[in-house]
């Protein structure tokens, strides 16, 4: 490595590099801004604040900026299912019928495109491992081309938010045919939603008080949640997206709540900050524990941590491209299983996990370099299966290498070539 050692065993100069790749993404009006830190061997080595939470104000990023982290969500609903199945209260192979008569009798289309009334019935209930690893056959109406991705919308609104209750949403979704058999292959859907539903029912409570009290306020993430309280919005970065028409960049952003709302998406309704979030990747990273408090067995990280498609499942695309080369899938986190095939996504030790949102936050736990890193933007992407390759990153154009440099880059500071 060149340069001097800083925080955490980095090279500086190496350090130094991954600010200057960012820049430039920014310059081009590809993407608002940044905030991006990396955690390694107990300090915080590097936050890098670029750009704008809001372009037209010129309001900077700032490392307490909030940012929507959709499915960054998951992995949170999925330790709250593990510590309901730690206590006893539910197995991996239970049936979720148990305590979702909704999702009784399910019908499967014959054709995942097909028509809706072309069906068979399924040959079994949905299983709570189905949820976590997205072998339930539900769908999103993003992930889906056919008239089922229509029957989604129409059915259960928007996944970015509904009028329905949560009972109201269960009943509705239990109306409509998976897509393919439970178990049969990662179809990516609602299946974490249903976990979060899932977990309250279990626990008697609602999804969000259950996470509240047992896993956001212990670990201190205070400015994580469901909605934004008033006193905090001028701290929430805008989402922006780029006009296909104009080729400008355009705010999309979310209207804010005037309350938590009744219905909390397990599957990706958080708003949080790199520093909350990366207090829970902390304790995942640590085998279930931070600061002396234990949230979960090493045992059961571990479980979470290995991957669960079989190599048959691996081989179809996710979202139009070959996600799996290099990764796997366990309970509710991808891996890292070859970094010489991931090289093309990006970097990562063997063993590393996380999971991606679709505003392009997306963070990750290497075990082997005792390292998090985090990258946060606000970039919204058409939800077509189409538009896979952007969706993943959560960017367009210049702004789709962002990523794949920002890990690369943190990897090289390391002096390793991944």
Same mark, same amino acid.
């Given at each position: 490595?060149?340069?001097?050692?800083?925080?955490?065993?980095?090279?500086?100069?190496?350090?130094?590099?991954?600010?200057?790749?960012?820049?430039?993404?920014?310059?081009?009006?590809?993407?608002?801004?940044?905030?991006?830190?990396?955690?390694?061997?107990? #300090?915080?080595?590097?936050? =890098?604040?670029?750009?704008?939470?809001?372009? #037209?104000?010129?309001?900077?990023?700032?490392?307490?900026?909030?940012?929507?982290?959709?499915?960054?969500?998951?992995?949170?609903?999925?330790?709250?299912?593990?510590?309901?199945?730690?206590?006893?209260?539910?197995?991996?192979?239970?049936?979720?019928?148990?305590?979702?008569?909704?999702?009784?009798?399910?019908?499967?289309?014959?054709?995942?495109?097909?028509?809706?009334?072309?069906?068979?019935?399924?040959?079994?209930?949905?299983?709570?491992?189905?949820?976590?690893?997205?072998?339930?056959?539900?769908?999103?109406?993003?992930?889906?081309?056919?008239?089922?991705?229509?029957?989604?919308?129409?059915?259960?609104?928007?996944?970015?938010?509904?009028?329905?209750?949560?009972?109201?949403?269960?009943?509705?979704?239990?109306?409509?045919?998976?897509?393919?058999?439970?178990?049969?292959?990662?179809?990516?859907?609602?299946?974490?939603?249903?976990?979060?539903?899932?977990?309250?029912?279990?626990?008697?409570?609602?999804?969000?008080?259950?996470?509240?009290?047992?896993?956001?306020?212990?670990?201190?993430?205070?400015?994580?949640?469901?909605?934004?309280?008033?006193?905090?919005?001028?701290?929430?970065?805008?989402?922006?997206?780029? =006009?296909?028409?104009?080729?400008?960049?355009?705010?999309?952003?979310?209207?804010?709540?005037?309350?938590?709302?009744?219905?909390?998406?397990?599957?990706?309704?958080?708003?949080?900050?790199?520093?909350?979030?990366?207090?829970?990747?902390?304790?995942?990273?640590?085998?279930?524990?931070?600061?002396?408090?234990?949230?979960?067995?090493?045992?059961?990280?571990?479980?979470?941590?290995?991957?669960?498609?079989?190599?048959?499942?691996?081989?179809?695309?996710?979202?139009?491209?070959?996600?799996?080369?290099?990764?796997?899938?366990?309970?509710?986190?991808?891996?890292?299983?070859?970094?010489?095939?991931?090289?093309?996504?990006?970097?990562?030790?063997?063993?590393?996990?996380?999971?991606?949102?679709?505003?392009?936050?997306?963070?990750?736990?290497?075990?082997?370099?005792?390292?998090?890193?985090?990258?946060?933007?606000?970039?919204?992407?058409?939800? #077509?299966?189409?538009?896979?390759?952007?969706?993943?990153?959560?960017?367009?154009?210049?702004?789709?290498?962002?990523?794949?440099?920002?890990?690369?880059?943190?990897?090289?500071?390391?002096?390793?070539?991944?």
């Amino acid at each position: 490595m060149d340069g001097d050692l800083a925080l955490g065993g980095f090279s500086s100069d190496g350090l130094g590099a991954i600010p200057t790749a960012l820049q430039p993404v920014i310059d081009a009006g590809d993407l608002s801004g940044f905030v991006t830190l990396l955690w390694r061997k107990g #300090e915080t080595a590097q936050v =890098n604040t670029l750009g704008w939470r809001d372009v #037209e104000a010129k309001t900077p990023m700032t490392r307490d900026t909030l940012f929507r982290i959709a499915s960054m969500t998951k992995p949170i609903t999925s330790v709250a299912a593990l510590m309901l199945l730690e206590e006893g209260k539910l197995r991996l192979d239970d049936p979720v019928t148990k305590w979702m008569p909704e999702l009784k009798d399910l019908r499967v289309l014959k054709e995942a495109t097909g028509p809706l009334d072309a069906t068979v019935p399924a040959e079994r209930d949905i299983t709570v491992d189905d949820l976590m690893t997205h072998r339930s056959g539900l769908a999103y109406a993003f992930t889906s081309i056919g008239p089922i991705a229509q029957a989604y919308e129409t059915a259960l609104g928007s996944p970015l938010g509904t009028h329905l209750s949560t009972d109201e949403w269960l009943a509705a979704l239990g109306t409509l045919p998976l897509s393919y058999q439970p178990g049969e292959r990662f179809h990516y859907s609602h299946a974490t939603d249903v976990l979060g539903f899932l977990v309250g029912r279990i626990a008697g409570t609602s999804y969000r008080d259950f996470i509240m009290q047992r896993i956001l306020k212990p670990l201190g993430m205070d400015d994580t949640d469901f909605w934004c309280p008033p006193e905090k919005r001028d701290r929430m970065a805008k989402l922006y997206r780029i =006009n296909p028409k104009t080729d400008a960049m355009e705010d999309v952003s979310l209207p804010h709540l005037p309350g938590p709302p009744e219905f909390c998406a397990g599957g990706g309704g958080l708003i949080s900050t790199a520093d909350d979030y990366l207090r829970f990747a902390r304790m995942m990273l640590n085998g279930g524990e931070l600061d002396g408090t234990r949230y979960l067995k090493p045992e059961t990280v571990a479980l979470m941590r290995q991957n669960r498609l079989s190599d048959a499942q691996r081989q179809v695309p996710f979202m139009g491209i070959p996600f799996w080369l290099g990764q796997g899938f366990g309970l509710g986190v991808s891996v890292i299983t070859d970094p010489e095939k991931q090289a093309w996504m990006g970097a990562g030790s063997e063993g590393s996990f996380g999971w991606p949102g679709a505003f392009g936050t997306w963070w990750q736990a290497d075990p082997e370099e005792d390292m998090v890193m985090l990258y946060l933007i606000q970039n919204s992407m058409p939800l #077509e299966p189409e538009s896979a390759a952007q969706l993943a990153t959560g960017q367009r154009t210049g702004g789709r290498v962002a990523l794949p440099a920002f890990q690369k880059l943190t990897y090289a500071a390391l002096g390793k070539a991944l």
